[in-house]
């Protein structure tokens, strides 16, 4: 009995020794110099639950300011299954971005990647991340947007409206990324037909970032349970593609031939990077597209500037049944884009950018061990009331006078450095497009207030529908 009684003491202490040790261990990594102080949260799940909180529209995230005032500019985290330092001084995140590659690289926190269905062997880094990012910039970049785009767009969009005004009624959300991958296919594959198109369409607007909003309710698990069913569903239609062109050799002038003209890559990286545009494209430009109009809808003055400045394009014209010209774009838009930087601004899409260490970092004073998470958090920077006076208010005459660029210390919602985003023209294009038919041709209103809450990603829980008739 003695002996039972002792074995089961040893045994205990054994346990009570090793969970102690990896709680330690836990809550103090290995790392060969000082580590950011913070807090890595509980065993397993760390503090992701936390990162999760649904915050308000017009808030910065509580988790990064809270932990900020505790621990500084600096701190460590575990999140996604993943150790992690969240860095916030805006001069921090130009270096970040500037190295990267040398010591940091895109990449995603464990859990949340395992999700999106990416691994490590298709994420692009170095030359592979070059090659894709001059196609995707040849393809979405001015030049492209100019000679390939511009028309379609024009034409799409004014349509697009003309049949929504028809039923009176509509969610933009679900407008916008409807117009976005239908503009996006062709020149993804160029050859598919009217019908496959359609099919590829509804797959990707079947998937969505809707399951981000709670982990705790049924239809967060739903809209994930489609969005994977999406992914998977989109990319068998790009492999049957790419494996029937690779067979039959034909080349075309479309996104996924020129991924594989004169490279050899794995098939496996090949759809995903074709796959991974639509899915880049559709829920941030829609976001955004959507709370412009809103903004406009509340701001009666800048509908007044912006029906000025679109009906003078109208007025100009030679031909005035001509279609938007880039010309008109680039120099009669000026207010229009000065609303579309602030709509990209308040947005404020991504809370952070991923990237990993290479190596062990050294940051003000406190090492990043290699192989840690970064979170970048550019979404500060938007909000910083030093930066923008009154920064919670929608106002467009801020950026009067300013260059009107895609990357700055004070703008980074395309990012920045080498991963800076190739959609970012694209975007711009697509939204001054709606907006332009939008506000020549119709009367507009929001159907109800439209709530937008943060999960820290964007979601509108109940729609963001728009009241729609043409102006007599
Ligand atoms: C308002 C709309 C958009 C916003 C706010 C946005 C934002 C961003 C941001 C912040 C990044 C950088 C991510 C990082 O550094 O970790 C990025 C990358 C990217 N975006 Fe966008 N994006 C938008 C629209 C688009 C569109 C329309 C497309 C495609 C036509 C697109 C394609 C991409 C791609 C392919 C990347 C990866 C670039 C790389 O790895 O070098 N985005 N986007």
């Not at 511009?150 to 049949?163: A, P, Q, V």
């Not at 607007?205 to 809209?223: E, I, P, V």
């Not at 492999?239 to 075309?252: N, T, Y």
């Not at 509340?298 to 912006?306: I, Q």
């Amino acid at each position: 009995m003695d002996i039972i009684w002792n074995v089961s003491i040893c045994v205990t202490a054994l346990v009570v020794v090793v969970i102690s040790r990896w709680l330690y261990r836990w809550s103090n990594p290995k790392c060969n110099g000082k580590l950011p102080p913070g807090s890595m949260g509980f065993p397993i799940i760390g503090e992701t639950l936390d990162f999760f909180k649904s915050y308000g529209f017009n808030e910065t995230s509580p988790f990064i300011t809270k932990r900020m005032s505790r621990y500084g500019t600096i701190f460590r985290t575990n999140v996604f299954g993943s150790n992690t330092v969240v860095v916030t001084d805006p001069d921090v995140m130009v270096e970040v971005f500037r190295q990267e590659n040398t010591a940091f690289i895109f990449s995603l926190p464990g859990a949340f990647g395992k999700v999106l269905g990416k691994d490590e062997a298709i994420i692009n880094h170095g030359k592979t991340h070059k090659h894709f990012k001059q196609i995707t910039l040849n393809f979405f970049g001015p030049d492209g947007l100019k000679k390939k785009l511009l028309g379609n767009i024009d034409r799409g969009t004014c349509e697009g409206l003309r049949s929504k005004a028809s039923v009176g009624s509509f969610d933009i959300k679900e407008a916008a990324g409807n117009l976005i991958i239908k503009h996006l296919i062709p020149k993804l594959i160029s050859t598919l037909g009217a019908e496959a198109a359609e099919n590829l369409k509804n797959i990707f607007m079947a998937f969505n970032l809707d399951w981000y909003q709670s982990f705790f309710s049924l239809s967060s698990w739903k809209a994930l349970y489609r969005s994977c069913m999406a992914s998977r569903d989109a990319m068998k239609v790009i492999k049957s593609v790419l494996l029937s062109r690779k067979e039959s050799g034909e080349k075309h002038d479309d996104i996924l031939n020129t991924i594989i003209e004169d490279v050899v890559l794995d098939d496996k990286y090949v759809i995903f990077q074709t796959y991974a545009i639509p899915i880049a494209a559709k829920d941030t430009t829609s976001v955004v597209m959507s709370m412009a109009v809103k903004y406009i809808t509340n701001n009666p003055k800048v509908l007044l500037e912006l029906k000025r400045e679109h009906n003078a394009i109208l007025q100009n014209r030679v031909d005035k049944k001509s279609e938007v010209s880039w010309e008109e774009y680039k120099n009669d838009m000026t207010f229009t884009n000065m609303v579309i930087n602030e709509s990209l601004r308040l947005v404020n899409l991504a809370p952070v950018m991923f990237r990993k260490t290479l190596r062990d970092v050294e940051i003000q004073g406190y090492t990043i061990p290699k192989g840690w998470m970064v979170f970048v958090a550019t979404s500060l920077r938007h909000y910083d009331p030093t930066v923008y006076e009154n920064p919670y208010e929608f106002n467009p005459w801020r950026w009067e006078g300013k260059q009107l660029v895609n990357f700055s210390k004070s703008f980074m919602v395309f990012g920045g450095g080498m991963r800076l985003c190739p959609g970012a023209e694209f975007a711009r294009l697509q939204i001054a497009m709606f907006l332009h038919h939008l506000v020549i041709n119709y009367d507009f209103s929001m159907a109800h207030d439209s709530e937008a809450t943060r999960t820290p990603l964007v979601s509108f829980p109940n729609g963001i529908h728009m009241n729609i008739s043409p102006i007599n």
